[in-house]
């Protein structure tokens, strides 16, 4: 089930967002490019597995029509 919304915690999770983008990524991006390329490949291979199309299917089809 979906958590409620909660804008304090919504506000906390996007500064920390910002602040690894402008602190790590962007001077990653812009100083370091093969790095950032390593980054990438390293990330998309970790979490390839859990965004798949059986996966998402599955998902939508507990929470469309049997609502766990």
Do not use: W
């Not at 990524?25 to 597995?49: H, S």
């Amino acid at each position: 089930m979906a958590e409620p919304e909660n804008p304090a915690n919504d506000r906390k999770v996007a500064h920390a967002l910002y602040e690894k983008l402008s602190k790590a990524v962007l001077p990653c991006f812009y100083k370091d490019r093969d790095r950032y390329i390593e980054i990438m490949r390293r990330t998309i291979a970790f979490n390839g597995a859990f965004f798949n199309t059986n996966r998402m299917l599955r998902q939508y089809m507990r929470h469309a029509y049997l609502m766990v």
